[in-house]
């Protein structure tokens, strides 16, 4: 199955995905981009709106997101997202709140973004008994939080937060620097039928690791298996900072082929950034492929139960489905070295 271009469902509007297609000249273009975006949105609030939305960048904004929903106690003590909540905006305002997130991002990692949050509202409409509207705990599209943390500038630093329940988008904007990580990508359902199309956020993630898997030789594949079964993420929110030690396979004795799965499987992350600010992240993880493991936990047919990590000195992948089956996943993207973008951002 594949992932077909979609829109968003009524109410949440976005631009139709074309109008974003063509190729941009460089990241300091990106960059261009994005402050106008920021400034054009803000320009649309309220000052009690814009109060909400335009917060300082320091440790303690920078690190409140979660992939739990809205209602939820987050790794960070928070209970509530930076910003403003979608459903506190107008169709305009979310409209351009939408151009803003898709200023820095490919056309793939926007759609793949919509899909999550489409899925999300998936599950709100569906779920059974149908939750009070008391409920603290909330789903769907109107509970995801968009914020600027800093002063957008095409110089200084600054942040672009979009999040909600299973998705965090942390673009951080140093000058011709856009810096994804850390984020979170996660599915529940994981696959569900929109206007008829068959739409799976997470499939090509899921697809192309069972296929590295089952291209490695017998003995790679033993040495990639864990002796343990995790039943979710190691490094996920609350874990900034923290390193764990390589485990699985290492790439250095990959043949060519499969060195080339494990490069196309990384860029289903680093590709939700622009191409000029993935292109030379990707080509960073080629130069220390050798140094980069692969470890798998589950069964290896497809549909499987099977969590994996992807861990090498400047990137860490994980992917979990979360409990006993395959309908609830959990993925996060980290680079130990450059998190909220630490190579060019001081504390």
Not at 182 to 201: D, E, K, L
Request: glycine residues 8%.
């Amino acid at each position: 199955m594949t992932i077909h271009r979609v829109v968003l469902l009524p109410v949440l509007l976005a631009l139709p995905l074309a109008a974003h297609s063509g190729q941009r000249a460089g990241t300091s273009d990106t960059t261009q981009k994005a402050v106008a975006a920021a400034n054009s949105f803000l320009a649309m609030l309220s000052d009690a709106q814009r109060a909400k939305v335009d917060l300082p960048l320091n440790k303690t904004t920078r690190s409140n997101w979660s992939n739990l929903p809205t209602g939820a106690v987050f790794q960070s003590g928070a209970t509530e997202r930076n910003g403003l909540k979608f459903g506190a905006l107008t169709a305009a305002q979310q409209e351009a709140a939408l151009a803003l997130v898709r200023s820095t991002l490919s056309p793939s990692g926007y759609e793949k973004v919509i899909n999550i949050v489409n899925g999300d509202e998936t599950l709100e409409r569906t779920t059974a008994p149908r939750r009070p509207p008391a409920t603290r705990t909330r789903f769907g599209r109107a509970e995801y939080y968009i914020a600027i943390l800093g002063k957008p500038s095409a110089s200084e630093p600054w942040m672009i937060q979009f999040g909600g329940h299973h998705l965090a988008i942390n673009v951080t904007v140093a000058g011709p620097e856009n810096v994804l990580t850390p984020s979170h990508t996660g599915s529940q359902p994981t696959m569900y039928t929109f206007n008829g199309q068959t739409i799976r956020p997470l499939g090509h993630e899921n697809d192309k690791a069972f296929a590295l898997m089952n291209a490695l030789s017998a003995a790679q594949q033993k040495q990639a298996t864990l002796n343990y079964e995790v039943k979710d993420v190691v490094a996920g929110p609350g874990h900034d900072g923290e390193v764990i030690q390589p485990e699985g396979v290492r790439a250095s004795g990959f043949t060519t082929a499969q060195r080339t799965m494990l490069l196309d499987l990384i860029r289903e992350w680093v590709g939700i950034i622009n191409s000029e600010s993935a292109r030379p992240k990707m080509a960073e993880i080629e130069g220390h492929l050798s140094d980069t493991y692969f470890a798998w936990s589950g069964g290896t047919i497809n549909g499987s139960r099977a969590y994996f990590r992807i861990q090498g000195p400047t990137v860490m992948i994980e992917y979990a489905p979360i409990g006993d089956g395959t309908d609830h996943i959990h993925t996060f993207y980290r680079d130990p070295t450059n998190d909220y973008g630490a190579k060019v951002i001081k504390p």
